[in-house]
């Protein structure tokens, strides 16, 4: 069992950037596809990035960047440090939200799909990202 915990948000205008991270404690991350999450005011929280686990083979699953995130967020991971990144780039004021990071050892990222909340066993406290226009 891995316990989450995400770090990184905050206030920042829009056509900046952030880096949040995603650290477990308890376990390493590499067995576990990861997703990222967010929830705007009001709003369901909806995934928007997935990925295969560190130590998947390299044919078996993918990355999957919803399209309003595509060609600006970029997720990256280092299992050695068991945290996983996600660099948010060119952020717009619907970017908004409290973003969550998520992990699970069944889960698989085909690349093509939305990660769903109830897919995932693991979830960080989540962090808050402002975005000021």
């Known amino acids: 069992q891995v316990e989450l915990v995400e770090s990184g948000g905050g206030l920042v205008q829009a056509g900046g950037s952030l880096r949040l991270s995603c650290a477990a404690s308890?376990?390493?991350?590499?067995?576990?596809?990861i997703g990222w999450f967010r929830q705007a005011a009001g709003k369901e929280r909806e995934g928007f990035l997935c990925?295969?686990?560190?130590?998947?083979?390299?044919?078996?699953?993918?990355?999957y960047y919803a399209d309003s995130v595509k060609g600006r967020f970029t997720i990256s991971r280092d299992d050695a440090k068991s945290t996983v990144y996600l660099q948010m780039n060119s952020l717009e004021p619907g970017d908004t939200a409290i973003y969550y990071c998520?992990?699970?050892?069944?889960?698989?990222?085909?690349?093509?799909?939305?990660?769903?909340?109830?897919?995932?066993?693991?979830w960080g406290q989540g962090t808050q990202v402002t975005v000021s226009s």
């Open positions: 990925t295969k686990p560190g130590d998947a083979l390299p044919h078996y699953g993918g990355t």
């Open positions: 998520a992990a699970d050892l069944t889960y698989y990222c085909s690349g093509d799909q939305s990660p769903k909340t109830y897919e995932f066993e693991y």
């Open positions: 308890g376990g390493t991350l590499d067995s576990y596809a």
